[in-house]
């Protein structure tokens, strides 16, 4: 089974900067992709940023420029920096892995952590 865990996540003013990591219990090399979601207080869970096996890496437009996956084979984890934080940033930030099956995929996630922009 495998597991997540998110950590890096407080409480932050507006235009600064936290970091979010995702310890994997397994090989990251194993899985499709890694990414990053959030869900926001009576909202819908939306990607924001995703990273493939390969390196490649997107985005949701409203934090293109401001947010930066990446990611660390050698210690399972996969990381989100966040800059010039905004109020609307605000959400539980969740990991999540996608591993194949033979045709199907299967998804992985992580309990989340709370990131608050506030003044």
């Known amino acids: 089974q495998v597991q997540l865990v998110e950590s890096g996540g407080g409480l932050v003013q507006p235009g600064g900067s936290l970091r979010l990591s995702c310890a994997a219990s397994?090989?990251?090399?194993?899985?499709?992709?890694m990414g990053w979601y959030r869900q926001a207080p009576g909202k819908q869970r939306e990607l924001v940023a995703g990273i493939t096996r390969g390196g490649g890496t997107n985005y949701v437009e409203s934090v293109k420029g401001r947010f930066a996956i990446s990611s660390d084979s050698g210690k399972n984890m996969v990381y989100l920096q966040m800059n010039s934080l905004k109020p609307e940033d605000t959400a539980v930030y969740y990991c999540?892995?996608?591993?194949?099956?033979?045709?199907?995929?299967?998804?992985?996630w992580g309990q989340g952590t709370q990131v608050t922009v506030s003044s």
């Open positions: 999540n892995a996608v591993r194949k099956i033979i045709t199907s995929t299967i998804n992985f």
């Open positions: 397994g090989s990251i090399s194993s899985f499709l992709t």
